[in-house]
């Protein structure tokens, strides 16, 4: 989604007030749990659903 959307990690990162680490930790799949919260704002961010950024594994 980042890419379609021609947006930088740190961009996002900015936009949506998650730290840097945080957002690699989620765009690297390393994550455990995402806060409803936080989920919200990337898809409001990125104007995506959150099926579209989210895997089940």
């Known amino acids: 989604m980042l890419a379609k959307r021609k947006m930088s990690v740190t961009e996002l990162s900015e936009k949506v007030g998650i730290t840097l680490a945080n957002i ?7 994550a455990k749990a995402i806060r409803f919260s936080t989920l919200e704002a990337l898809c409001k961010e990125l104007d995506c659903q959150p099926g579209d950024i989210l895997e089940y594994r």
């Open 24 to 30: 690699s930790i989620l765009k690297n799949a390393k």
